[in-house]
């Protein structure tokens, strides 16, 4: 059978008959009401056609598109929380599917864990878990998928204390090509646990992700500081002073963007070039003056927005700033150092922005992410401090051309800088790079266990690891 649905001959459309029959979650076909909805994801520019979806209710549902995938060629595309850039949840012609309506939560807090399905988001798991104080090391943005986060690594306020969504993964259960159900943790099939942090969807579709938590807030302090771009290089070098000895219990994201036109800003600044720093600090740290007072310091910010607030308000401040159907293109580059040539390179590139919607994000690693062997988990790029991702954010199809150019301008430019290396599986860009540039000296054996679980590259719409032709 074509990996094309709408070539399907007469066996393959009683397959897929068989398939609506198996499955207890809808079944939705090009022109049917909902179709248009559920191959929509976040990034607008995405706009492929599936020849059907499946919008899994649980394991079996999963269990049953995997196999059919599996024994007809279709092509299979696994939908977590629609947030990828790249927008790899969506095939055209095959089967997607959709796990956005497996988002069931539950907390155990005699074993300090939370379980989530594959369809959740972040929102979803901090809500559960903020009811009880208590908190895993995820991403920034409550609407992000904890699937995709997870699976490639996963950075976000906490990860400089407990480390990446990874690092906190306890167990999964994996449905692998052949259609069985694994779980995979330090004591059940190793090599799979080992892969799926880090190595992407290359493994099995994650119905179920088993994490640890963290006693964390309800409250936290919050450092959030605007500077205009003329006292950018001051503070970045302010920044750059202060990251390395930075207390875990605090990380400083900063951002080159433009001030948005909100009341909180003063009018003459609204439009202009800017710098803002995003931060937290938590238990030990928690008297935000003094351990932000060096960034504070360091020139008159247009508007600090800083305070206490509640953790799960932290986890949704930027939700706002990324609606779904706007058009994005970001790709990322970890850092060794942050020299002056980088800092140059993003305050020019901020400057020549064709959206003023578009920020430069410089983030700050280390921590409990490089307490962790690279060789330990599949996710390789431990030992970097920082990492630049260029988020490219517009709204007119006609400018698609510029923001594109524009990201790839600035990032060729740091590209060639020789601090700069790796790539971050979370901010692809358009999946135009070779994986093997995420997964440094982990790749070979990403490709063993791949040829493994994964021998026919069922689950190949990813930043695909091929599996070895010959067994
Ligand atoms: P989806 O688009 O649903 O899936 C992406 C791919 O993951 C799929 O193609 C498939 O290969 C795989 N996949 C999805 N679900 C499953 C599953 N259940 N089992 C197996 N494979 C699966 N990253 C950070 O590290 N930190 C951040 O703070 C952060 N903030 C972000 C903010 C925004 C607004 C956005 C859009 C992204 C952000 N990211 C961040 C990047 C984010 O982690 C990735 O985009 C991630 O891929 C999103 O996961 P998802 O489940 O929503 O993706």
Do not use: C
């Amino acid at each position: 059978m074509s990996s094309d649905l709408s070539e399907a001959d007469e066996v393959s459309e009683q397959r897929l008959e068989r398939l609506d029959a198996e499955t207890r979650g809808a079944m939705l076909y090009p022109g049917e009401p909902g179709y248009d909805e559920a191959r929509a994801v976040w990034n607008g520019m995405i706009d492929r056609e599936p020849g059907a979806v499946v919008r899994a209710t649980g394991t079996a549902d999963v269990v049953a598109a995997v196999d059919f995938a599996r024994e007809t060629g279709v092509e299979l595309s696994v939908r977590g929380g629609g947030h990828n850039v790249a927008g790899k949840a969506v095939t055209e012609g095959g089967l997607m599917l959709d796990l956005s309506e497996m988002t069931g939560v539950r907390v155990d807090r005699e074993a300090g864990t939370v379980r989530a399905e594959g369809g959740a988001t972040l929102g979803d798991v901090d809500h559960e878990t903020q009811l009880f104080g208590l908190a895993t090391a995820l991403g920034a943005v409550s609407e992000t998928g904890i699937a995709g986060l997870t699976l490639n690594g996963g950075y976000g306020h906490l990860s400089r204390e407990f480390g990446l969504a990874a690092d906190n993964l306890v167990s999964a259960d994996v449905v692998t090509a052949d259609g069985e159900v694994r779980t995979a943790s330090e004591g059940e099939h190793e090599d799979l646990f080992w892969a799926i942090r880090g190595g992407g969807g290359n493994f099995g579709v994650v119905t179920s992700f088993e994490y640890a938590l963290h006693e964390v807030g309800p409250e936290i302090s919050v450092f959030f500081v605007w500077f205009h771009a003329d006292d950018a290089p001051a503070v970045l070098e302010r920044f750059e002073d202060w990251a390395p000895d930075a207390p875990r219990t605090a990380g400083v994201l900063p951002f080159a963007g433009h001030v948005p036109e909100l009341d909180e800003f003063p009018e003459t600044a609204r439009n202009e070039p800017a710098l803002a720093l995003l931060g937290s600090a938590r238990g030990e740290s928690d008297d935000p003056g003094s351990v932000f007072r060096p960034l504070a310091e360091a020139a008159t910010p247009i508007a600090d927005l800083s305070g206490p607030m509640p953790y799960e308000s932290l986890q949704s401040l930027l939700d706002e700033d990324y609606p779904d159907g706007l058009r994005y293109y970001w790709k990322s580059i970890f850092l060794t150092d942050l020299t002056d040539e980088v800092v140059d390179i993003v305050l020019r590139y901020n400057e020549t922005a064709p959206s003023k919607l578009s920020t430069i994000d410089i983030w700050h690693l280390g921590g409990a992410v490089s307490d962790v062997p690279q060789d330990a988990t599949a996710f390789w790029h431990r030992d970097k401090l920082f990492m630049v991702n260029f988020e490219a954010n517009w709204e007119d199809p006609a400018a698609d051309d510029a923001n594109s150019a524009w990201v790839r301008e600035g990032f060729e430019e740091l590209e060639s800088l020789p601090v700069a290396t790796g790539r971050y599986g979370n901010f692809p860009g358009l999946d135009d790079e070779p994986a093997r540039l995420l997964y440094g000296e982990n790749y070979d054996r990403l490709v063993d266990v791949k040829t493994e679980y994964d021998p026919g590259n069922l689950f190949h719409l990813n930043q695909n690891v091929e599996p070895r032709s010959e067994r």
